[in-house]
C-alpha cells in the first residue's frame, strides 16, 4: 500500500548467498581449533553470520519505502504570439506608478499561487516554450511585451522562436524533466491554440512510457504511481486570453486545386477582424493585379468572392492583399496566396536572344497545337514556380553569362526533380561559345562543350592578365583561379596560353607555352595569391610583347581586374595590339572595377567586355571568351543531317528529302546519351538522355534563318519540332487523376485519387513524390495507400514560401502510369491567426490525464478533484494523491557490519575471560 512504510529488496536473488555462506561458517566454527571459552566463540560466530547478513541485504538492495505528499510541480507558460500580453498604463496607477507594465495574466495568477504558505515544502519549476520548449528553470521566465512588427519576437530570457505553439514539445520537456520521488504535476499555462504537433497524442504517449519507467523503479511493485487518474502525470490547465489587439488578417485565399484552362470558377477572398473596419482589398494573378475594392468589414468572419478563368498558364498564384486600415496591429498575416492548376495544351517558354528571329518556329510548334511563350534572356525564370507554368524550357542561343548561378540551378532542378522538359538550341553564344563548360546546364545536357580540337583549325596564342591584388582576396581569387584553369582545359594541343598576375608590379605565373602541358599550367595557375596594389598597364605590355611573336595564327588577351589601376598608356596598349592583329577582351569584377576604361581597351582592341557582378561567373566567362577566340567551335559548312540511332519519336520524319543545315556548333556526345541525329563529320546533332525526373535535349544547329534558313520551308519542320518537343517535355495526364495538398500546422497532406481506363479504382500502384522547398532542397517520400484508389502523405512545411511537387504512380513492374505536377504556398505563420482560447482543446486534455481545468489559484497545489473540469475550483475532498519515496539502507548497513567486523576480530583475538573469568566460561 502506498500510505504505510514498507521494506523492498531490490536486488533479492543475492539472499540466497545466505544459505551457502551461513553453512560454511558453521562448519569452521565446528572445526575450529580456537582454545577460547566456548561462550566466547559462540558469539563470534553469532557476530560472523550478523555481518554475513547485513553485507546480504546491502547487496540486495534493502530499500526503505516511505509515502509522500510532496508535490514537484512543472510550470509550462505558454510564450507564443498569439497569447495577449500587458498593455503601457500610461494613464493610471493600477499597477503602481503611472507608465509601468500591468502585470501579465501569467504572472497574476502565479503570484496568488505560489505564495510560501501555498507552496510550502513542494518544489516549482518554469518551464518556457513557443516554437520549441525551453529550458526548465527555477527563475520565472519573462518576454518582451511589445508585439508590433518591429519588436523582437524572442523571449528575453529563453530566447525562444516565438512565431508558433507546440504544447506537444513542452509535455514531452516537462515530463522528461519530473524527478522520481515526488508527486507529479504539469500545470499548462496556454491559450491552447498549437500550431506544431498534437498534444493529446503527446500526452498520453509520454504517460505510458514514464508509467513504464517508474514501474521499474525501486518501491513501486509493478503498480501505478497515482493512486487516482488516468495518467501518470495530471495536467492541469490555465486557459490564457488571446492577443485582442485591433487585428485584421487574410485568413485564406480559397481556389479550386485544377480547373480546365478557360473554364470559369469563383476565387474567395477570406478576411477576418476582431473589430469593425474598412481597407482596399488587392488581388493579384502572379505579377498582375486583378481586383482592387474598398470594403467594409465587420467583425468576425469576411468573405468577397469573384469570378476568374486562366489562359496561356499552367500554374497560376492568386494572392490577396489588405491595406489602408483604420487600426492594425500586424502586417505580417495582410496578405495569403492559393495556387490553382490548370490543364490544357501543352506549353513551352523560349528563351531567346532575338526574340524576333523565333517567330517561324513558334508558328510550327502552334501549328501542331503546342503553346509558346517566347522571351528574352532578360525573361529566364528566376523561380520556380514561373518554370512550373510550362512542359518544356528552350534555350535558344543563349549565353551562360547572361545567366546567374540560381537561374542555372532552378533549370536543373525543373528538369530533374519536377520532370521539365530542357532543349539547347545552337548558336555562336550556345554551349562551348555560351560558356556553358562544367556548368550546371552543361551538367544536365547530352552533350559535353569541349571536344578534341582539328589539327585544320588555326592556333591560339592566348595571354590571361589576372588581377591579384589585395581586394582580390577571398571568392574573387579562387573564381578567377578557376576561370584560369578552365580556359587552360579548353585549349588544344597546337594553342599556347600564358599566365600573368598583376598587383603594384606583375609576374608571370606560366610562361606562354604550348597548351598541351595542362597539368603543369593549371598547377601554376593554383599558387596565385592576393596581395598589393593595382597596376594594370606593365601587365598588359608585357601580354602585348609575348604575343608578338608567337607563331599562333590567332592571338588573344585576356584581362581582369577588380578595381581602378594607377596611370597608364591602356589605350595605346590596346591600339598597338590592334594593329599587330592581337584581340583583347576585359572583365571587370564587382562594383568597384574601372567598367568605362575596360570597356573602352576591350573596343579599341576589338575584344570583349563583360560586367561581372558576382564572382562565381567567372568560369563562364573566361570559357566563352577561350572558345569564341579558338574560333574551332563552330562548323558553318553546309551538311545534310545523318541518322544515327532511328528512334520511333521521328519515325515518320523522311530525312532523305531534309534540305542543308548551315552550321553547327562542336560538341561531344556523353556515353549514356542517346545520339540520334549526326553531321557529316560525325559530330552531334541531336541527341537526348533522361536526367532525373525530366528529359534534356541537344540540337547543335538552329531552328530560325542563320543555320536552318533552308529548313523554315521544309515541309518536315513543323512535324520535327513538334515530335522532339513533344518527346522531351513533361507529361502531365490529368485523366482520371484528382491531387489535393492542404496545408495546417505546419504539415501538408497530400492526397491523390485515380482511377484505371476502365473506369475501376488504380490500386497497388507504387506512387511516389518529389517535394522541392523554397530554399530548392528536395526530399522524396511515398504515399500510402489508405483507400481504394487514394493515396495518402504527410510532409512538414516549416519555411514559407512555394513548395513544388512532382507525383510519378508506377505499376509493380516499373511502367510509368500518371505524373503530376502540384505547388503549395505556405504564408504566415499560423501564430499569427486571430483564433479564440481552445478551451475545447484544453479541457479536454485535463480529462484525459486526469487533470483540472482552470483551477482556482488557491487551490493549484491540492491533489483532490482530480480528473474534474471546475472553473469554479472547489476545494480538495478527496484522498490525496501520494508516492513512495525510496531510501537505499546500504550505507547504514555497510557502516554496521563494518563496526561488527571489528567486534568480531576482537573477539577472535581477545581472550576476554582473563577480564571476566566466570562470565565467559
Keep these: 500500500m502506498l500510505d504505510r512504510i514498507s521494506l523492498e529488496l531490490t536486488h533479492p536473488w543475492w539472499m540466497a548467498a545466505l544459505f551457502l555462506v551461513l553453512p560454511l561458517l558453521g562448519w569452521y566454527f565446528w572445526r575450529s581449533l580456537s582454545d577460547f571459552p566456548p561462550r566466547q566463540l559462540v558469539v563470534s560466530l553469532l557476530t560472523r553470520c550478523l555481518v554475513t547478513g547485513l553485507l546480504v541485504l546491502a547487496l540486495s538492495g534493502l530499500t526503505l519505502l516511505k509515502p509522500t505528499t510532496q508535490q514537484f510541480v512543472i510550470v509550462a507558460i505558454d510564450q507564443s504570439l498569439s497569447v495577449a500580453e500587458p498593455e503601457q498604463d500610461s494613464t493610471s496607477g493600477e499597477s503602481g506608478e503611472s507608465g509601468e507594465p500591468r502585470k501579465s495574466q501569467v504572472d497574476e495568477f502565479l503570484d496568488k499561487a505560489l505564495t510560501d504558505s501555498r507552496i510550502g515544502d513542494h518544489k516549482v519549476v518554469f518551464l518556457p516554450f513557443a516554437t ?9 521566465p519573462q518576454i518582451d511585451p511589445a508585439i508590433d512588427g518591429t519588436a523582437d519576437k524572442k523571449s528575453t530570457t529563453a530566447e525562444l522562436d516565438r512565431n508558433a505553439t507546440d504544447l506537444a514539445a513542452a509535455i514531452r520537456s516537462a515530463a522528461g524533466a519530473m524527478p522520481p520521488d515526488y508527486v507529479p504535476s504539469i500545470v499548462l499555462l496556454t491559450d491552447g491554440n498549437q500550431t506544431i ?17 517508474r514501474s521499474s523503479e525501486p518501491g513501486r511493485g509493478g503498480e501505478s504511481v497515482l493512486s487516482v487518474g488516468k495518467s501518470l502525470i495530471p495536467i492541469d490547465t490555465i486557459p490564457l486570453k488571446v492577443r485582442d489587439n485591433p487585428e485584421v488578417q487574410v485568413a485564406a485565399v480559397d481556389v479550386p486545386a485544377q480547373v480546365r484552362e478557360g473554364e470559369p470558377f469563383y476565387v474567395e ?71 490553382v492548376f490548370t490543364t490544357g495544351k501543352p506549353r513551352v517558354l523560349l528563351i531567346e536572344s532575338d526574340p524576333k528571329l523565333a517567330q517561324q518556329l513558334v508558328w510550327a510548334l502552334q501549328q501542331e497545337e503546342i503553346e509558346v511563350d517566347v522571351r528574352p534572356i532578360e525573361g529566364m525564370p528566376d523561380s520556380l514556380a514561373d518554370l512550373q507554368n510550362y512542359e518544356l524550357l528552350a534555350l535558344s542561343n543563349v549565353p551562360a553569362t547572361s545567366l546567374s548561378q540560381r537561374q542555372m540551378e532552378l533549370a536543373r532542378t525543373y528538369v530533374q526533380d519536377l520532370g521539365g522538359g530542357f532543349l539547347m538550341l545552337g548558336g555562336d553564344q550556345s554551349f562551348g561559345l555560351g560558356g556553358y563548360y562544367k556548368t550546371v546546364l552543361e551538367e544536365i545536357l547530352p552533350v559535353r562543350s569541349d571536344f578534341e580540337k582539328e589539327k585544320e583549325k588555326p592556333s591560339l596564342g592566348m595571354v590571361l592578365v589576372i588581377d591579384k591584388s589585395g581586394s582580390m582576396g577571398g571568392e574573387k581569387i579562387e573564381m578567377a583561379k578557376e576561370a584560369a584553369k578552365s580556359a587552360a582545359e579548353l585549349l588544344g594541343p597546337r594553342d599556347q596560353l600564358g599566365v600573368i598576375a598583376f598587383d603594384g608590379n606583375f609576374y608571370w605565373v606560366s610562361e606562354l607555352q604550348s597548351a598541351a602541358n595542362k597539368a603543369r599550367i593549371i598547377d601554376d595557375i593554383s599558387r596565385i595569391e592576393a596581395g598589393g596594389g593595382t597596376t594594370m598597364a606593365p601587365a598588359m605590355e608585357e601580354a602585348y ?59 579599341i582592341g576589338q575584344g570583349r567586355h563583360f560586367e561581372a557582378m558576382e564572382a562565381s561567373s567567372l568560369p563562364q566567362i573566361f570559357a566563352k571568351e577561350t572558345m569564341t577566340a579558338s574560333k574551332s567551335a563552330i562548323n558553318e559548312q553546309p551538311f545534310v543531317p545523318q541518322v544515327v540511332r532511328p528512334t520511333q519519336t ?8 531534309a534540305p542543308f543545315l548551315l552550321g553547327y556548333v562542336v560538341t561531344r556526345p556523353k556515353a549514356t546519351c542517346e545520339f540520334i541525329l549526326a553531321t557529316e563529320s560525325g559530330d552531334p546533332l541531336l541527341a537526348w538522355w533522361r536526367y532525373g525526373l525530366g528529359t534534356t535535349v541537344a540540337f547543335t544547329s538552329d531552328a530560325k ?69 523554397p530554399q530548392l532542397s528536395q526530399r522524396k517520400l511515398e504515399l500510402k495507400q489508405t483507400a481504394p484508389g487514394r493515396y495518402v ?98 550505507p547504514y548497513l555497510v557502516t554496521a557490519a563494518l563496526l561488527l567486523f571489528v567486534l568480531d576480530v576482537a573477539l577472535r583475538r581477545i581472550d576476554f575471560s582473563l577480564w571476566w573469568p566466570t562470565r565467559w566460561k
Design 132 to 140: 520549441q520548449a525551453g529550458t526548465v528553470s527555477q527563475v520565472r
Design 197 to 213: 504537433g498534437d498534444v493529446m497524442q503527446a500526452a498520453l504517449g509520454t504517460a505510458s512510457a514514464v508509467r513504464s519507467k
Design 269 to 339: 477572398v477570406v478576411i477576418n477582424s476582431n473589430h469593425d473596419d474598412e481597407g482596399l482589398v488587392e488581388v493579384f494573378r502572379g505579377a498582375h493585379k486583378v481586383l482592387s475594392e474598398s470594403r467594409t468589414l465587420k467583425a468576425g468572419e469576411n468573405r468577397f468572392r469573384f469570378q476568374q478563368s486562366i489562359t496561356g498558364e499552367r500554374l497560376a498564384q492568386y494572392s490577396a492583399r489588405i491595406s489602408g486600415l483604420k487600426t492594425d496591429t500586424l502586417l505580417d498575416n495582410n496578405t495569403e496566396s492559393g495556387l
Design 545 to 603: 610583347n609575348s604575343l608578338v611573336g608567337a607563331t599562333a595564327k590567332l592571338k588573344h588577351v585576356i584581362v581582369l581586374t577588380d578595381g581602378i589601376s594607377s596611370p597608364g598608356d591602356f589605350e595605346g596598349i590596346a591600339q598597338n595590339m590592334a594593329t599587330s592583329r592581337i584581340t583583347c577582351s576585359t572583365v571587370g569584377v564587382g562594383e568597384g572595377s574601372d567598367n568605362k576604361l575596360l570597356e573602352e581597351i576591350a573596343r
Design 650 to 657: 521521328l519515325a515518320d520524319i523522311d530525312f532523305e528529302t
Design 705 to 773: 534563318s542563320r543555320w536552318g534558313a533552308e529548313w523554315l520551308t521544309w515541309p518536315g519542320y513543323s512535324k520535327f519540332w513538334a515530335q522532339v518537343i513533344r518527346h522531351s517535355m513533361r507529361k502531365n495526364d490529368v485523366k482520371g487523376v484528382i491531387v489535393e495538398v492542404k496545408q495546417e500546422r505546419r504539415k501538408a497532406t497530400v492526397t491523390l485519387d485515380a482511377i484505371d481506363p476502365t473506369g475501376k479504382f488504380l490500386n497497388q500502384a507504387i506512387t511516389e513524390a518529389t517535394i522541392i522547398d
Design 793 to 890: 502523405a504527410e510532409f512538414d512545411t516549416p519555411a514559407s514560401g512555394a513548395y513544388h511537387l512532382n507525383l510519378t504512380q508506377k505499376t509493380a513492374g516499373g511502367t510509368l502510369l500518371h505524373q503530376q505536377t502540384r505547388g503549395l504556398i505556405v504564408g504566415y505563420p499560423d501564430e499569427l491567426r486571430l483564433r479564440p482560447t481552445n478551451t475545447e482543446l484544453l479541457q479536454a486534455l485535463a480529462t484525459s490525464t486526469g487533470g483540472r481545468f482552470d483551477p482556482r489559484p488557491e487551490d493549484l497545489f491540492s491533489t483532490g478533484n482530480i480528473g474534474k473540469s471546475d472553473s469554479a475550483g472547489s476545494p480538495a475532498d478527496s484522498v490525496a494523491r501520494t508516492v513512495q519515496r525510496t531510501t537505499p539502507l546500504w
